[in-house]
């Protein structure tokens, strides 16, 4: 049984900078990426950011520039850095790890709400 416990969200202003951080409760075997996504009501849960094990990232075109994801792999740990933050970045963020021995298992978190606004 794995855990994934979201972090660091909350209230900022336009413009301002928040981290998020998700850590798995132990190390998850073979993992294949981890990313973040987020949900905002009426629409569809989209990718924001993701690393492959080797250390590749993709973003969503929305937020390349101003977020960077990043891990520790010691701290089984990913992180979402989200600067010059917008009012359509208000979402609830997720996070998932996706691995396993044939990358089938599939985790994630309970969400952390960002809310950007003045």
């Known amino acids: 049984q794995v855990q994934l416990v979201e972090s660091g969200g909350g209230l900022v202003q336009p413009g301002g900078s928040l981290r998020l951080s998700c850590a798995a409760s132990?190390?998850?075997?073979?993992?294949?990426?981890a990313g973040w996504y987020r949900q905002t009501p009426g629409k569809q849960r989209e990718l924001v950011a993701a690393?492959?094990?080797?250390?590749?990232?993709n973003y969503a075109n929305s937020v390349r520039g101003r977020f960077t994801i990043s891990r520790d792999n010691a701290k089984n740990t990913v992180y979402l850095q989200m600067n010059s933050l917008k009012p359509e970045d208000t979402a609830v963020y997720y996070c998932?790890?996706?691995?396993?021995?044939?990358?089938?298992?599939?985790?994630w978190g309970k969400g952390t709400l960002v809310t950007v606004s003045s």
């Open positions: 998932n790890v996706k691995g396993g021995r044939s990358y089938d298992m599939d985790y």
């Open positions: 132990r190390s998850i075997f073979n993992i294949y990426a």
């Open positions: 690393i492959t094990s080797a250390g590749s990232t």
